[in-house]
DNA sequence: TATGAATGAGTATTCATTCAT
DNA sequence: CATGAATGAATACTCATTCAT
């Protein structure tokens, strides 16, 4: 009677398992090696997985690179939040919430942040196609905020928002360059970052009135 | 007949102009097709040159990447100009020149940038490497220049240069893969660019007093 | 509930059942895919059967290949019925019955027909070996079959029995390739295929004299 | 001066050399374990050639039997002669001249016909279609051709020239198949049945007045 | 019996590199 | 210097078969 009901669960139990091996072992071996570097057999021998299983949940190699770059964009996109100018709570904390968030999620997602850094643009035209088109959206959000920003008078309406808004991107993609390369950084110097480089962005959007720097 | 000069000459003439057009040839190839699509095929077919013939001048496929690589790094260190607070022009106006020559060079060489944007980090830990190293080494820069200024009052001393550093080679960086990725900016684009990157990285380097954005 | 031997019956209709569905799909996708590219899933998927039921029916894919090509050589067998020169019945017409009923099962079998004249000399040692015996077997008995027609003096005796048992085989096995390749023909088509395929053979064992063809 | 010449040449009659090799080394392999049987490293190894070298002269495994196919099927086109009914020479002497021709060529080209009896159909829907037309515009050749002589009153007008021309292709198609399977017959093998095999066929088309078997 | 997830041996093809000419 | 035919190591993917449930 519980006959084939346990079998399924455990059965899905192990699919789930499988698969999750296998990405795992592919964030890991992809990530220290590369994508071109690691052969199906690193990952399925990291996974503890027949070869032939792996093509029961992978299509191909490529495949599975777009599916470890989708976990990583999903995380970022959830952890993008809007600011909400209505709320009791001022914009420059829920900044500094989003961007604290944006860096806990490159830095919860370290391999995938690597693999993602260094060869997103380069292992497929899909995989590329697909950073390049969330990359775009990300600017095209910042830029879009920008704008709603200077309706709202928030901003100096003498900043060009196109350039802003890339700007704003490049700092967030140098961080997640840096983790990449660098070894997982502490909970505080994280906290540091974010608020430095909040600091800075605002800065950057700040009303261009007199210049501060000068040598004389 | 004429002697050995002439046709050393002759030869070497040969010579530079091979290297030069498999060099053009790569560039192209690279630019378009990702390093690891392009077959020697397509560069030796590019350039007119015999299959034997590329090996003459370059020990692998790799070596004629980071041949390539050094090109850009080459031009890009050219186009760093540091500032000299002695100077009687404006350390903005400094900066402003420097920017602008970076944004130049990268746009003068688009297809090079194009390379080393999308692949320099998965073609080989040697590449890799090498553009880690020129990355840090900027930052480096980049950081004892915003030292040097807090020292010499002109950035305000709560900036934490170590962040901000990496937040201003963020932004050109973001620059480099808007030029690999869209079409060759106008030059009144880049000016304006240029012109706007400038600002929002001094705004992002200026002193923190008071909040600019605020919803109250 | 009512005992194991309803249980057992049912079971074995099942078990008739699934692997008759399997046949009939194996023939079907065999014939139209051809064996080597017909995969277990074709089959399985085809018969509405599980893979690993698959297994309990045939022990490999080319017993069941095996197994199809028995079903046809069975039917043609049966179809073949020699000739009683002691019967009422003239041996033209023993033979023209023959003829048809040898056809007829041709025709009615057009998917085995089809796997069989394609590929029995290519899935398998076996396979090759049992056709070979078989048509062996058909041309050693029209041979033996015509020195008895020479004896009882039906056939001329200057008739190389051993060629002319070859072309009469070569006439049957087209006709086989004939209705593997086009549409199936209709039952008017086959007779008078059949009516005219005994004339041609019979000509062929005629007595030679005299040459017909003659351009003077 | 005759460098490049002697070069090209030795260079192409190695070509010619490494080609022929292949082919030959795979009619071998084809004929003795089966095209599916055959692997790359079988011709390769038969033929003493690197494996990337194959490439070098076919596209792929395919194409190298496509070759094969090819070669046989010019040996017996070339074989084929029509018959001059303005000769001199009688139309039944041309005859047996063209069917020793066939058969000969069959006999000088075992390990092609062996190879094409038995897997042109199962190899690739190409050579399948490619056989297929062969065989095809044989029957339609040799169905005018008897047509042809029912208008110049040579063949009886009773005869079903579409059923007599797939019955002479069937007695060819039975003798290739014995070739491919016995041992090569001798010379004189081959004249006795070029000779009954002519009578057969000839008597296949002969008029049909009166039965000539019967059993009182 | 029935199932279908797991297995892993098996192979055609590619392409950077070499080297005889 | 120049050539391009030859090389062969390297690898993703398939699919018949098994076996735990």
Redo the contacts with the bound molecule.
């Keep these: 009677m519980t006959?084939p009901d346990?079998?399924t669960i455990?059965?899905s139990a192990?699919?789930a398992t499988?698969k999750a091996a296998l990405l795992q072992a592919a964030a890991q071996t992809f990530a220290s090696k590369g994508y071109h570097q690691?052969?199906?057999?690193d990952v399925i021998g990291c996974a503890g997985?027949?070869?032939?299983?792996?093509?029961?949940?992978f299509e191909?190699?490529?495949a599975l690179f777009l599916e470890l770059l989708d976990l990583l964009l999903i995380e970022l996109r959830a952890a993008i939040v809007g600011v909400d100018v209505t709320s009791h709570i001022s914009v420059e904390d829920q900044l500094s919430h989003t961007v604290r968030n944006i860096l806990a999620a490159v830095v919860d997602n370290r391999n995938l942040t690597t693999i993602v850094v260094r060869e997103a643009a380069c292992v497929d035209a899909e995989t590329d196609l697909r950073m390049a088109r969330f990359y775009r959206r990300i600017v095209d959000y910042i830029c879009c905020s920008l704008l709603e920003g200077q309706k709202l008078g928030l901003i100096a309406p003498d900043i060009d928002t196109d350039v802003a808004s890339m700007c704003i991107l490049g700092t967030f993609r140098q961080f997640m360059e840096r983790v990449a390369r660098s070894k997982t950084p502490s909970q505080m110097e994280v906290d540091q970052i974010a608020r430095e480089m909040l600091q800075f962005n605002l800065g950057g959007i700040r009303a261009r009135s007199g210049t501060l720097l000068t040598n004389r």
Tied chains: 1, 2, 3, 4.
Excluded at 38 to 41: A, D, E, M
Excluded at 50 to 55: K, P, V
Aim: glycine share 8%; hydrophobic share 25%.
């Design positions: 006959g346990r079998r455990r059965a192990t699919r499988k690691t052969r199906i057999s997985v027949a070869r032939g299983t792996f093509y029961l949940y191909s190699k490529t």
